[in-house]
Nanobody, 125 residues
Framework: VQLVESGGGLVQPGTSLRLSCEASGGSLGTYSLAWFRQSPGNEREFVTAISRNGHNRYHAESVRGRFTISRDNAKNTFYLQMNSLKPEDTAVYYC???????????????????WGQGTQVTVSS
C-alpha cells in the first residue's frame, strides 16, 4: 500500500489543523494506522495510532486530549485532527500503516511497513 499525506501548513498557536493520509494499492481496512512526527535534530516520534477495527486508539502523552486519529475505510483515508496547536508541535508529520496484530507495539516505528512522504506543520505566531 502507498500512502500520501496532505493538509500541512503554517498556523498560529491555539488553532486547529487536519491532516489526511490517502492510501492506494491496497485496502486500509486490513492495517493498523499511525502518525509520527520528526522535528529538526530529533528522532522520529510516535504521535497516535488506531487499531484495525477502529476500537482502540493510542496517544503520546504530549498530544493526549488535543490530537485525534480517525479512519474512513470506505474512502481508504485516515486523518489526524490537531487542536490547540503549540509551537512545539512543529514538525514533519508522517502517516504509517502496519499489518501487525496485537496491542503492545504501536509506538515503535520499526513495525510499520508503509510510510507517507511527510507533510510540514509549522505552528508560529
Amino acid at each position: 500500500v502507498q500512502l500520501v499525506e496532505s493538509g500541512g501548513g503554517l498556523v498560529q498557536p491555539g488553532t486547529s489543523l487536519r491532516l489526511s493520509c490517502e492510501a492506494s494499492g491496497g485496502s486500509l481496512g486490513t492495517y493498523s494506522l499511525a502518525w509520527f512526527r520528526q522535528s529538526p535534530g530529533n528522532e522520529r516520534e510516535f504521535v497516535t495510532a488506531i487499531s484495525r477495527n477502529g476500537h482502540n486508539r493510542y496517544h503520546a502523552e504530549s498530544v493526549r486530549g488535543r490530537f485525534t486519529i480517525s479512519r474512513d475505510n470506505a474512502k481508504n483515508t485516515f486523518y489526524l485532527q490537531m487542536n490547540s496547536l503549540k509551537p512545539e508541535d512543529t514538525a514533519v508529520y508522517y502517516c504509517a500503516a502496519s499489518s501487525r496484530t496485537g496491542n503492545s507495539w504501536y509506538y515503535q516505528s520499526r513495525f510499520y511497513s508503509a510510510w507517507g512522504q511527510g507533510t510540514q506543520v509549522t505552528v508560529s505566531s
